[in-house]
């Protein structure tokens, strides 16, 4: 990651370069609405950070030191569309009227303190100064605000250090109590470190340990939600590796393992979804992957833990049986393979052979995945009741035996299916 420290007057450029023509045309009308009502106005955090290592996103973080819901509401008066308010964390989103040519929305925070009850607990909030505002978020490099309204634009306020620790590559606390106050802090702050090929700073490192048994206050949606933005992200398999180095996969669940077995699966799976015309979604296919070894107890041990949706314990569960077995079937003929796989989820099948190494047993699933699965046989069930067979359980074992013998070679064209239909049906006259 290059970083350059900015000049002011080169950072106004650059953040004007870095909105979208929507964005930038967004902003002025915040920002002259904000400088009418006399309150200063910023962008804070991921985008300033971004900004300044030289890769800015799309999303605006916008701070208001006072009331960020009345701000909202009068650009909606003034220019139309809905405001949505988040009375107990004093936000409010805008959304401009559609054919304005404007962003779909934009959210506003009132710069505000907040104190926890107890750890992991959701925090009370207080309107407070951007300050206050800088001090309640997880580490350093995520303070740094650029001021947006009138005379002030592009002004960088750096407050808390966050300037060092950009240019130094370091991930730091802003308080000792972090992890304390905020547990998921603890997965974050691996994420932003592999993220940016960043170190996690020497102090805040220290703090990990004593603080991983706060991991267990942590609700299922919380915890999965940090889980699930690490599957998200391109470095996702240093970032695991790295938490479970910490031990903070252990201290999650102890059946989240991240081993030199793990790593290669994954890596063979996510770089065999890229040749697909339609890969999986990415983060479906990452707790696969990453899962695909824990047999069934640990699975539903991890399950009760992390709550995943039903889509994806479905696949979970599909895939880690059938990985189980999967080598025990090399060499099997087409017809033993389909009986087995027609009954496994397809996506679950992809996944499963996206995951193993070059060889026959992946062949064989690509095989099922592309031509298998579709193998019918030209007979069905009116040419049986043409042939005078009386409906009933002989329909099927006989569509079945069709079915095999063209999967296994046995058949190899429309007359030989015609002969061994004969055959099968003579049985049963
Ligand atoms: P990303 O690029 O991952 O989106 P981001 O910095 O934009 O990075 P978000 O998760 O979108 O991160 O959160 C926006 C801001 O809110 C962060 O920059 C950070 O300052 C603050 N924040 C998010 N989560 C926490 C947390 N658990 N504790 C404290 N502050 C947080
Ligand atoms: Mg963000």
Redesign the pocket.
């Known amino acids: 990651m290059t970083f350059s420290r900015p000049e002011n007057s080169d950072l106004s450029t650059r953040l004007t370069q870095a909105l979208t023509p929507e964005q930038g045309t967004l902003l002025h009308l915040v920002a002259d609405e904000a400088a009418r009502q006399s309150l200063s106005l910023y962008i804070?955090?991921?985008?300033v950070?971004?900004l300044l290592l030289g890769h800015p996103?799309l999303?605006l973080?916008l701070v208001v030191e006072g009331d960020a819901l009345g701000l909202a509401r009068a650009l909606a008066t003034k220019h139309g569309g809905k405001v949505t308010v988040h009375t107990r964390f004093k936000t409010a989103q805008w959304f401009p009227p559609p054919a304005t040519g404007l962003p779909e929305s934009v959210d506003f925070i009132s710069a505000r303190s907040e104190s926890y009850k107890h750890p992991a607990a959701l925090p009370t909030v207080k309107l407070g100064k951007l300050i206050d505002d800088?001090r309640?978020?997880?580490?350093t490099i995520?303070?740094l605000a650029l001021r947006l309204d009138r005379d002030h634009f592009g002004e960088l306020h750096d407050n808390l250090g966050g300037l060092n620790d950009l240019e130094a590559g370091s991930v730091r606390v802003l308080q000792p109590v972090?992890f304390e106050?905020?547990p998921?802090?603890l997965l974050?702050v691996v994420?932003?470190e592999q993220?940016y090929g960043f170190q996690i700073a020497r102090e805040t490192l220290a703090l990990i340990p004593e603080a991983l048994l706060l991991i267990n206050r942590l609700s299922a949606e919380r915890l999965r939600h940090e889980l699930d933005?690490v599957l998200e992200e391109e470095n996702a398999a240093s970032m695991l590796e790295r938490l479970a180095e910490l031990g903070i996969l252990a201290a999650a669940h102890p059946a989240l393992k991240w081993n030199k077995a793990t790593q290669t699966r994954f890596a063979t799976g996510m770089a065999a979804a890229q040749t697909l015309k339609h890969p999986p979604a990415q983060r479906t296919l990452g707790w696969t992957l990453w899962l695909m070894d824990v047999p069934l107890p640990g699975l539903e041990s991890i399950e009760k833990r992390l709550h995943f949706e039903s889509g994806l314990r479905d696949m979970l569960l599909a895939a880690s049986a059938l990985f189980a077995k999967v080598n025990s079937l090399a060499g099997e003929k087409p017809s033993r393979w389909v009986a087995v796989l027609d009954a496994v989820p397809l996506k679950a099948v992809q996944a499963v052979s996206l995951a193993l190494p070059a060889g026959p047993v992946r062949q064989e699933l690509r095989a099922y995945i592309e031509t298998w699965r579709q193998v019918k046989p030209k007979t069905n069930g009116h040419d049986l009741k043409k042939r005078g067979l009386l409906p009933g359980p002989a329909y099927q074992s006989i569509l079945k035996s069709l079915r095999e013998a063209w999967l296994d070679g046995e058949v190899k064209t429309v007359d030989d299916e015609m002969a061994l239909l004969e055959k099968l049906t003579s049985k049963f006259k």
């Open positions: 804070v955090g991921g985008f950070r971004d996103g999303d973080d800088l309640r978020r997880d580490f995520n303070t972090s106050d905020d998921t802090r974050r994420r932003y993220r933005l």
